[in-house]
């Protein structure tokens, strides 16, 4: 897939999602693959106003892929200052986010607010464009309501103002993540602008993926949700889409291993007291469905440090190992 001067391996991209694809998990994504790895939203005047922790979240130091850093603001010069800063840490792209629902965020005017005035839309775009060499794109959903579906005259707007692509999540702010994503939006967009659309919304195998290229004809494919607990999607997808071939059951072989890699590498980024708590989520989507997996999640809880962890999963592997034996 090619975004403006930028050739990408491939047409599997991992979404940005606030408190999950941090460096940590970004690396666990890697292995799979993918053509594009994206962080999570990061604030423009966060940033401006040398927040550690937001520059925290941006730096890629060490990470050798090609990652893609999304931008939250509403502002073109904070956008633009925002964006300077962060070609300079190494992303391959810097991605507007025009799609976040979260009140906070669009009470602020930004994410999915900034699709409800699509002139600043096109400004925003501009701004960052004259900033950066490296390619600019903008991720957004279907418009604020079905009252207010736009998504056509933005798509037209951004790409004129000079967006190097566009993903569209094909749902309104205000269905959050309700009901399902509608696909043949992605169509539209695809046959209405002249820049790569690469389609989001509710990929959860490969097969999903294969269908959403084919029904839409979109470039790439961005998946979220799937591959929380589950990063093996996003190779077993970029295989399948390769070569026609369902991958063999890599979850089964590389789960514990993989959790507590990913576990090792998010307390080395935080530290213990901020990520233990933070990593129980990602454990209790790995484990989803396993046998006991309720009961791991509960004693989870009630570690608190690196060592404890590990020893809950090297019990709770040994139980799994010794349930196969007897059945
Ligand atoms: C917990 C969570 C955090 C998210 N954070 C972001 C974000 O920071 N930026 C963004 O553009 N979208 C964010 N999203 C939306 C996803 O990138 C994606 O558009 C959405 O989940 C639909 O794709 P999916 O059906 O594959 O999950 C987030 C979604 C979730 C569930």
Partial sequence: ???????????????????????????????????????????????????????????????????????????????????????????????????CPAPKIVKNGEGSQIMRHPALAAELVTAVKNAVSIPVTVKMRKGWSAEEENFLQVGKAVAKAGADAITLHGRYREQFYSGNADWESIARLVREVPVPVIGNGDIFSPQDAQKMLMETGCAGIMIGRGMLGNPWLVGDTVTFLQDGKMPENHRQQEL???????????VQLWGEKKGIPQMRKHLAWYVKGLPKAAQFRQELNNQTSLQEVLILLANYEEELAKRRLHT
């Fill in 1 to 99: 897939m090619k975004i403006g001067n930028l050739l990408l391996d491939g047409q599997v991209c991992t979404a940005p999602m606030a408190g999950i694809t941090d460096k940590a998990f970004r690396e666990i994504l890697a292995r799979q693959k993918p053509a594009l790895i994206m962080t999570e939203m990061i604030s423009d005047q966060a940033l401006l106003y040398e927040n550690e922790k937001t520059h925290f979240l941006a730096d890629l130091t060490g990470e050798n892929y090609p990652v893609g850093i999304q931008l939250c603001g509403s502002n073109p010069a904070y956008l633009a200052d925002a964006a300077r800063i962060l070609a300079q840490k190494g992303a391959c792209l810097i991605d507007i986010n025009m799609g």
């Fill in 256 to 266: 514990f291993l993989t959790m507590r890699d990913h576990l090792q590498r998010h």
